[in-house]
């Protein structure tokens, strides 16, 4: 098991979900720690501007000292005679204020000081002064103010025009004011819009608005008279230099690189529009947004669907813009960064502890049922200790796999897991191979074993309608208890004994370390029939034999029964033959005989006088210990031996039988009648038969069987009755199925009919309910 898988275990104990929002949470920190909230902050601010991008007011207009101006000029700095000018033709042309973004703090000629500020004084409008703070150097960190003159202050406005970069380097903020030295010193836009503001508190620039519409003219066009006076009427200016050549340019979000003066126009647009809202932190967002997400999954937990994951893309687009809204609307600048990242990490670390528990889950299942797998067999038993496990080998899978198509396959497995699953633990049937079905015991069938497989004998028994085909899983159990820490031991043990069932066509076997010495069938057959004898599970079916021309059962015939524990009912055909060539099939016999004299004494008393054959397998005519013994069974039974017919088979060998004629002749004179079974199976002919110690001859059921439809069985089954009955044999037609095959019988004159059409083989007691008082003759 890999390390991820271990770890996904792990996730799912804990619920995916909480371990998702616990991811988010740790990436959200490590990235708020990393510094990636301003540049999100500023993405928001950057994409609000686009979308709400607006035209300034018009009310603060630029005078720019541009290169135009500086060329038609001539000198630098400017003799203050022309600030003088600038001054006195805007205020004679109607402007409210004046505002220099312009170092005036050293003195320059003498001359030119006092026009400058004779303009001041002179002038209708307001002049504002800019100071600005320095550094005293780069090794001291305090600052120094730089004031205007003092005469050029008498009659001006001090503005600070100081500004500062953001944690991305940008100028995105503006101040109201600051405190120098002790004393309050506004802003340039601060005093140009006339605001107040909380000293040392920032704002933000509304970047939303657009740089070009901000009025602007150039000082050498204002020197010259150029500028129409209407157009200087009434608003605020702000003269300040914008020529590349004289640096004072700043980086701003959206706009780039910026003279500064531009972002006092902007600092008072700003202002005038009521925008320089305050920030609120991102912090309790956050707080709120993990809180819903907590509450928002509790509910979601119970709930499956994918769809509910796109709640998180909506609700961070709700919260983008709400941002939007609330700025727009100047009612706050909300830091929304730290929810986004939130829901952003949240919204993968979902899609992968999901994702991964998709995969898990299809790795987990199998392709062709959709029952789960080994592998979620194996997951399973983790969370054991010490685990019940059956296996299922599908013996006929191969014949299943031939006949049916992939959806008949996959319905006749699912069926049978149906069934299955009640005697499963969770009720959870795995395939654990192509021909295995397994599962773990449920809790309570420890000390009911025998009981659980019999159920599930049962289960796998009836056949499953698939389509027009009625299929049946033959199904043979392993079953193995043990701790799962050797997990792939336990299982391999268990099919182990699983296949070994099969192989021994045990419907169920347990493990045991001797299991590899459990040879095959045969050798189980022989190990156990005695024990199987002795306890019970060899019983003796009786078969009613119909007298044609009476119409009334007046025999049966013994038929010996195996119901096996494990393997379930055993076939005679399947363990008579390995006894009569390597077992005890003397002691089995006898037994048959004992318990058939027993039963038709019972029988006789109670008023169902019938005479009842046994098999006697041909080998057993050369055991004389056998004969006698059998013998005296019938003479100590108060049965008159002329009840008791020993069908020996035809097909045991014909020399044999001959060879046993004097043996055969000596039961005869017992009383003991002798019925030649399975003619015409044999090599033996009529002629052969002439003259042979024999009472009855039973006609094969091939041959019966198929009498209406074959035109040959039929003439052999009609000669034979004929000849049979010329050389004093009665004869048996054994297989008779239905009643067109006895009253074909009954035309060729035959005496006697076994076969279902008159009943199948029951136990005794059944045999006697039905015949004892025989409702009504049964003619043909
Ligand atoms: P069998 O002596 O020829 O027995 C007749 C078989 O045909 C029985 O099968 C019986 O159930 C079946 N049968 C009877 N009527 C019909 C019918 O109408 N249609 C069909 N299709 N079958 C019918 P069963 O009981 O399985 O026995 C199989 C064979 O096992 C017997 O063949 C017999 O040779 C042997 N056998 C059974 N019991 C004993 C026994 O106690 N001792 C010995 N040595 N052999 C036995
Ligand atoms: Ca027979
Ligand atoms: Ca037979």
Redesign the pocket.
């Known amino acids: 098991m890999t390390i991820w898988s271990q770890m996904v275990g792990r996730i799912e104990k804990f619920g995916s979900h909480s371990i998702a929002i616990l991811f988010a949470v740790l990436a959200t920190i490590a990235l708020t720690m990393a510094g990636i909230v301003p540049a999100i902050e500023q993405t928001n601010r950057d994409l609000r501007s686009l979308v709400f991008e607006r035209a300034a007011s018009g009310q603060v207009a630029v005078v720019e000292m541009d290169s135009r101006s500086l060329k038609a000029i001539g000198s630098w700095p400017w003799s203050r005679k022309i600030h003088a000018d600038l001054i006195t033709r805007l205020s004679n042309d109607g402007a409210d204020q004046i505002a220099f973004d312009v170092d005036f703090s050293s003195a320059s000629e003498k001359a030119g000081d006092e026009i400058l500020s004779a303009a001041i004084s002179d002038a209708q409008a307001q002049v504002i002064l800019a100071t600005f703070l320095q550094l005293l150097s780069i090794h001291d960190s305090n600052y120094s103010e730089n004031l205007p003159l003092e005469m050029f202050q008498e009659n001006s406005l001090l503005g600070s025009v100081n500004v500062h970069l953001d944690a991305l380097g940008h100028v995105s903020q503006y101040d109201y004011g600051a405190r120098i030295a002790g004393k309050i010193r506004p802003t340039l836009a601060a005093l140009l819009t006339n605001s107040s503001g909380e000293i040392g508190k920032s704002f933000l620039i509304d970047q939303s608005i657009d740089l070009t519409s901000i009025p602007s003219f150039s000082a050498i066009d204002i020197l010259n008279g150029d500028v129409d006076a209407s157009q200087i009427n009434g608003r605020s200016l702000i003269i300040g230099a914008t020529a590349v050549e004289l640096g004072d340019r700043y980086t701003t979000p959206k706009n780039g690189v910026i003279p500064g003066v531009y972002i006092h126009a902007l600092a008072a647009e700003t202002l005038s529009a009521g925008r320089d809202v305050s920030t609120i932190d991102g912090t309790a967002l956050l707080l709120i947004t993990l809180a819903l997400a907590v509450l928002w999954w509790n509910i979601m937990t119970g709930s499956k669907g994918d769809q509910n994951r796109l709640v998180l893309p909506l609700v961070a687009m709700i919260l983008i813009l709400s941002s939007w809204g609330f700025f727009v609307y100047a009612l706050a600048e909300i830091e929304i960064a730290p929810s986004i990242i939130f829901i952003v990490c949240l919204f993968l670390a979902d899609l992968v502890v999901e994702t991964s528990r998709t995969t898990k889950r299809e790795r987990t299942i199998d392709g062709l049922t959709g029952l789960p797998n080994a592998i979620a067999m194996m997951n399973a038993a983790e969370k054991k200790t010490i685990a019940e496990v059956v296996v299922a080998e599908i013996a006929n899978f191969v014949e299943i796999e031939s006949m049916l198509s992939a959806e008949e396959q996959a319905a006749i497995l699912q069926s049978m897991a149906k069934r299955l699953a009640l005697l499963a633990d969770d009720e959870k049937i795995f395939r654990t191979g192509r021909n295995q079905l397994s599962w773990f015991v449920a809790k309570g069938y420890a000390n009911r074993l025998e009981e659980y497989f019999d159920t599930a004998a049962t289960f796998a028994l009836s056949p499953t309608q698939i389509g027009s085909k009625k299929m049946r899983l033959k199904l043979n159990l392993g079953y193995h208890e043990g701790p799962t820490s050797n997990w792939f031991q336990l299982l391999s043990d268990t099919t182990m004994a699983a296949h070994k069932a099969a192989q021994m066509n045990y419907r169920w076997l347990k493990y045991s370390n001797d299991i590899n010495q459990i040879v095959d069938e045969k050798l189980a057959i022989l190990n156990e029939i005695d024990q199987a004898i002795e306890s019970g599970q060899i019983w003796?079916?009786y078969?009613p034999k119909l007298d044609i021309a009476s119409g009334e059962v007046n025999a049966a015939?013994?038929?010996?029964?195996w119901d096996h524990p494990q393997r379930g009912k055993i076939?005679?055909?399947r363990f008579?033959p390995i006894l009569?060539t390597e077992g005890d099939?003397a002691n089995?016999?006898l037994h048959?005989l004992k318990v058939t004299l027993e039963n038709v004494q019972k029988w006789a008393a109670s008023g169902l006088y019938i005479s009842c054959s046994?098999?006697?397998?041909a080998a057993l005519l050369d055991d004389p210990k056998f004969i006698s013994a059998a013998i005296s069974l019938v003479q100590k039974s108060k049965i008159d031996p002329d009840k008791i017919i020993f069908?020996i088979?035809e097909t045991a060998a014909l020399d044999d039988l001959i060879k046993a004629k004097a043996v055969l002749e000596g039961i005869r004179q017992i009383g003991i009648k002798l019925s030649i079974?399975?003619y015409g199976t044999g090599q033996a002919n009529l002629a052969y038969m002439q003259g042979f110690p024999a009472d009855e001859i039973?006609i094969?059921?091939s041959f019966v069987?198929s009498m209406a439809r074959s035109d040959v069985d039929r003439v052999m089954v009609s000669s034979t009755i004929e000849m049979a009955h010329k050389m004093n044999f009665k004869v048996v037609a054994?297989?008779?199925?239905d009643a067109d095959c006895l009253s074909l019988l009954h035309q060729f004159g035959c005496d006697t009919a076994?076969?279902?059409?008159i009943g199948?083989?029951v136990d005794a007691i059944i045999f006697e309910e039905k015949w004892a008082s025989q409702p009504q003759a049964m003619r043909a």
Request: hydrophobic fraction near 35%.
């Open positions: 003796v079916a078969q015939e013994a038929l010996v029964r076939g005679p055909d008579i009569e099939i089995l016999t048959v046994v098999n006697v397998s069908e088979t079974d399975d039973k094969d059921q069987k054994e297989g008779v199925e076994q076969g279902w059409h199948k083989p």
